[in-house]
């Protein structure tokens, strides 16, 4: 993905603000666990999340007692994570992480946003915002398959997503649980951060196929598809699953950074 279509992209998600709180998963509870573990944050320490989306990482750390500051890309979602977090006393901050100034934070964290900032910036400016010995830390869930193909439904609707000219590249696989790419090379190479963990975390979700759907309506690459396309995809998700399930495996990885003076 080039620059112009990371940008192009990270603009869809406006589209997504009425459905993405009720549509995408819950993290592991042993994330935050891992999190908290391997940073030393205590409750009322100042926490900033880059890309709060609706509140979906959000909530577990504030329900813990952290002081939390969002940066939030979308005005729509920010306007949805106000709401989610006002009991939790979150401050929500429309704008641009590449924009924002302010410091003395004990970590900055990123929930399935991180790779959507400016790589040329991201880890100065959370380094930046950082106190003395503060964490970075970023993790994104991400679709994974078990060894034997997971369920059969991904096979039968791949034949879809070919059809409409959304297949996956030549040469591409799946990734399988724990075998997400990791980026320890890209922080170590920044030298303002040195990793102090790399764990990775895998789950499964069972969806109906309207709630499949309206997953999928939360993805920049199904935001963007045409309407004929999005029908298509749709209507043999609804005919393939009918009354049944389909079982999704998720992963992620959770990088954990400490700041460099």
């Given at each position: 993905m080039n620059e112009e279509q990371?940008?192009?992209?990270?603009?869809?998600?406006?589209?997504?603000?009425?459905?993405?709180?009720?549509?995408?998963?819950?993290?592991?509870?042993?994330?935050?666990?891992?999190?908290?573990?391997?940073?030393?944050i205590h409750p009322g320490d100042r926490l900033l999340e880059v890309g709060c989306a609706?509140?979906?990482?959000?909530r577990p750390l504030?329900?813990?007692?952290?002081?939390?500051?969002?940066?939030?890309?979308?005005?729509?979602?920010?306007?949805?994570?106000?709401?989610?977090?006002?009991?939790?006393?979150?401050?929500?901050?429309?704008?641009?992480?590449?924009?924002?100034?302010?410091?003395?934070f004990a970590l900055v964290?990123?929930?399935?946003?991180?790779?959507?900032?400016?790589?040329?910036?991201?880890?100065r400016r959370a380094w930046e915002a950082l106190r003395e010995s503060g964490h970075l830390a970023f993790w994104s869930g991400s679709h994974v398959l078990a060894e034997r193909g997971g369920d059969p439904f991904f096979d039968q609707i791949q034949e879809v997503y070919d059809e409409i000219g959304e297949g996956i590249p030549d040469g591409w696989t799946w990734p399988r649980p724990g075998g997400l790419p990791e980026w320890r090379s890209q922080i170590e190479?920044?030298?303002?951060?040195?990793?102090?963990?790399?764990?990775?975390?895998?789950?499964?979700?069972?969806?109906?196929?309207e709630e499949y759907?309206?997953?999928?309506?939360?993805?920049?690459?199904?935001?963007?598809?045409?309407?004929?396309?999005?029908?298509r995809l749709f209507g043999e998700t609804r005919r393939l699953l009918?009354?049944?399930k389909?079982?999704?495996?998720?992963g992620a990885v959770l990088h954990i950074g400490r700041r460099i003076s």
């Open positions: 990371r940008l192009a992209l990270r603009e869809t998600f406006r589209q997504a603000a009425d459905g993405y709180d009720r549509a995408r998963p819950e993290y592991p509870a042993i994330l935050y666990e891992d999190l908290i573990a391997a940073t030393g609706t509140g979906k990482a959000t504030a329900a813990r007692g952290y002081r939390i500051t969002c940066v939030e890309l979308s005005e729509e979602l920010a306007g949805g994570a106000r709401r989610n977090l006002a009991p939790y006393g979150v401050e929500v901050v429309h704008g641009r992480f590449e924009d924002w100034t302010g410091g003395g964290y990123a929930a399935t946003s991180w790779h959507w900032v400016d790589p040329d910036v991201r880890y190479e920044t030298g303002l951060f040195e990793v102090v963990l790399i764990r990775q975390y895998a789950w499964e979700v069972e969806y109906t196929a759907i309206a997953l999928l309506k939360t993805f920049s690459g199904h935001i963007t598809m045409q309407e004929w396309q999005r029908e009918g009354a049944r389909v079982r999704r495996g998720w």
